[in-house]
């Protein structure tokens, strides 16, 4: 686990006491590659040993994607389950073995900003690429898309939208808030009508639920027939600090600024603060992101106030004062 700032809360503790399954992916060059040569040999190292990837396939552009992310080791872990599993049904048909016909819609479960969106879209690509979707296309709903306004306006809306996702994935996001109106509120007939499409659309759409840990647990218990249709459940937990602080530097350094040491402190602080004031809710990256966005705006504010008849000069333009990183 990585160094944190402060003092662990409740949460931190008790994840840090699960065992966790971790997966390292090393990029190991063939010697009879010249640079930039073809194909490189990708392996892994486990707790239990090593093993070695296939040396050819579309592995390691997912595995480039999958490095850019912060943590969320657990899931990169489960991608490649998936990416292993497609890959050896393909063997077994050119091999003339029975392949079995494989389910993959899935539940996200965490909070904003853990990176659920990013991992959904990077699969939707992975499937076109394996041969499992047609198309790969991504798209991303919520309540109000899915929801109509009178009795049929739900199911209708809701077999347009598992149309346009064909050859596809359709990420229905706060999925657990399609089940918040009770028994006479449409959201009902939305998740009817969904549980009805992944039957009548077997193989050509991938449905991916996605929410809160809790609320999406309730949630899975409103259709006896929804667990069942959902193999594959990932865990997106919280950035620690020091994660959240790698993926601001990486996000000030795409838009060519930079931070001041003591801007990392003050952003450390307050990132400390709204973890331990919204630690079930805590939104993680998309947090330090609006952080950042406003440390953006208050500096050209303050520039133009300090310069207002020249150039700052291109240090000042790029650098990012603690007293531009504020909440309020």
Do not use: C
């Not at 990013?118 to 979707?133: D, E, K, N, P, S």
């Not at 950035?239 to 838009?255: P, T």
């Not at 966005?293 to 300090?306: D, F, G, H, M, Y």
Request: charged share 25%.
């Amino acid at each position: 686990m990585n160094a944190r700032a402060g003092q662990p809360n409740v949460r931190e503790t008790a994840d840090a006491m699960r065992p966790s399954r971790q997966i390292n992916i090393i990029l190991r060059k063939s010697d009879s590659d010249g640079f930039g040569g073809a194909a490189s040999s990708i392996g892994t190292e486990t707790a239990s040993g090593g093993r070695t990837l296939p040396q050819h396939g579309p592995w390691a552009e997912w595995q480039r994607e999958l490095e850019k992310l912060t943590g969320l080791d657990n899931v990169k872990e489960l991608v490649y389950e998936i990416y292993a599993l497609l890959q050896v049904n393909q063997l077994r048909q050119e091999a003339g073995l029975q392949s079995l016909s494989h389910v993959y819609h899935m539940i996200f479960k965490g909070n904003p900003g853990t990176g659920k969106t990013t991992v959904a879209r990077l699969l939707a690509r992975m499937f076109q690429g394996m041969g499992l979707l047609s198309k790969g296309h991504f798209i991303e709903v919520e309540r109000a898309d899915l929801v109509g306004e009178y009795i049929g306006h739900t199911a209708q809306k809701t077999r347009d939208l598992v149309k346009k996702a064909l050859g596809g994935v359709l990420f229905v996001d706060e999925a657990y808030s399609l089940a918040r109106g009770g028994e006479k509120d449409f959201g009902k007939e939305a998740i009817d009508t969904l549980v009805k499409a992944m039957e009548d659309y077997k193989n050509q759409f991938v449905l991916i639920l996605a929410g809160y840990t809790l609320e999406i647990d309730a949630f899975l218990l409103t259709n006896p027939g929804l667990p069942s249709r959902f193999p594959i459940q990932m865990e997106f937990p919280d950035y620690s600090v020091d994660q959240l602080i790698q993926i601001a530097e990486g996000m000030v350094k795409e838009r060519e600024y930079a931070m001041l040491p003591q801007t990392l402190f003050k952003l450390r602080e307050l990132i400390l603060q709204e973890k331990a004031e919204s630690m079930y809710h805590f939104s993680n990256a998309r947090f330090v992101r609006n952080v950042l966005e406003r440390a953006i705006r208050n500096q050209a504010v303050r520039l133009l106030s300090q310069y207002p008849a020249g150039s700052p000069g291109r240090q000042e333009l790029m650098s990012l004062r603690p007293e531009d990183v504020r909440t309020n």
